[in-house]
């Protein structure tokens, strides 16, 4: 049977639903998972939240009032998205005609016409005012740009500028199975283009899907940006130790735990379903876990009370250090879920502090640039907790790492137990 040949209108339709469940509140990871999606309508989406504050700042310039269908909005947004991305002006713009059939708003087909041939009529004025605004020209809601530029006096926009860029492909090389110098030669023999970004890490010149990246069915390698590839080295594993990785699906760090020791490891997370891909990640990799589906919250219900001598907190966060791999975060987060986040941050520290023995070690790890939920609840973790040190971590240049051309952006604190 001969495959289906998909035209630009339905990669229009299914983008701009996609787009309009995030704009809902939907999460787009939550979304891949409930169904597969074809390459081209995931380059439009991801496209489209990338610049979704430049989209819909144009969209505002070319209308009296902004639609009241979202399916509307979304679609006129990752059309401009197309024709901005330097696809056919015809063909995007007859096909986004044909695209409000599809998504069964018929009486929407004049205003798309009419928007989109608008703005490639006044295309540089409506750019140039786009660009005057902070969200049109830094492609992030107003209430995160004005946080960063206050934390961030020096670095805010270069950190805004990272987090509209395409994220890099990194791969952790498995120590149990190769050295990192050995992986590279390969991938050199192959005549793919890499270079040497940290420890373990490996990064690619040009993504590739994983089942063309050589090894990783064999469990060689596994795709890890090189910030989160810092955590599990940080922690000084030792054969033997009790270690609990706290919130762990989908798995990237836990797997990096097993493989740096033949420690005792406890995989913990709430999310049943995604500790299904931490179960698929060690098998593929060789690696064994006690993986526990279970609220770090509440150890009472699945801790055996022999005290850890390694905790890693992952924590749950605003994920504001990776929204170039998740570019939806920028526009379901709202400015209130910073301190909703910090605060049960501070009760997962307090929950899990509990756990780990005299002489023991706490990470504690957030994808976030913001220093409510890193520096702040850290210092007043410290302040009610006597018994807690904060030890320097020779591998960073301090404790915050902001995204660059190589990794994302992370925040790290290493605590010890005093006895």
Known sequence: MPRHSYSL???????????????AGQSLAALRAAAPLRPAVLELVYGTLRDYGVGDALVAGLVHRMPSDPQVRALLVTALRALRAGRPQHAVVSQAVDAVARLRIASAK?????????????RAALESRA?????????????????????????????????????PMTLRVNVRRARVEEYLARLAAEGIEARRVGPHAVRLATPRPVEAVPGF????????????????????????????????????????????????????????????????????????????????L???????GRPFQRILLD????????????????WLRRAADVDR????Q?????????????GGKLLYATCSVFDTENGAVVNEFLARHADATRLAAPALDGAQLLPDADHDGFYYALLQKTS
């Open 298 to 304: 509440a150890p009472e219900a699945w801790w055996d």
């Open 315 to 330: 924590a749950p966060c605003t994920a504001s250090g990776v929204v170039r791999r998740y570019p939806d975060v920028k």
């Open 131 to 167: 660009a005057a605004t902070d969200e049109g020209r830094y492609r992030h809601p107003q209430w995160w740009i004005d946080r960063v530029r206050t934390q961030y006096p020096d670095a805010w926009e270069r950190l805004l500028a990272a987090g509209n860029t395409h994220p």
């Open 9 to 23: 209108a339905e990669d229009l339709a299914d983008a701009s639903r996609l787009v309009a469940r995030v704009a």
């Open 346 to 358: 501070t009760r997962l520290l307090a929950a899990l502090w509990r756990l780990l023995g005299a």
């Open 217 to 296: 069915d064999a469990g060689l390698v596994s795709v890890q940006d090189a910030g989160a590839q810092l955590a599990a080295p940080l922690l000084d594993l030792a054969p033997g130790q009790r270690v609990l990785d706290a919130c762990a699906a989908p798995g990237g760090k836990a797997a990096h735990l097993a493989e740096l020791a033949p420690v005792e490891l406890t995989a913990l997370d709430v999310d049943e379903a995604r500790l299904q891909r931490l179960h698929a990640a060690l098998e593929r990799l060789g690696l064994a876990a006690r993986v526990l589906a279970g609220d770090a």
């Open 110 to 122: 004049g205003l798309v016409n009419a928007v989109l041939r608008g703005y490639l009529r006044d």
């Open 341 to 344: 986040f910090a605060t049960q």
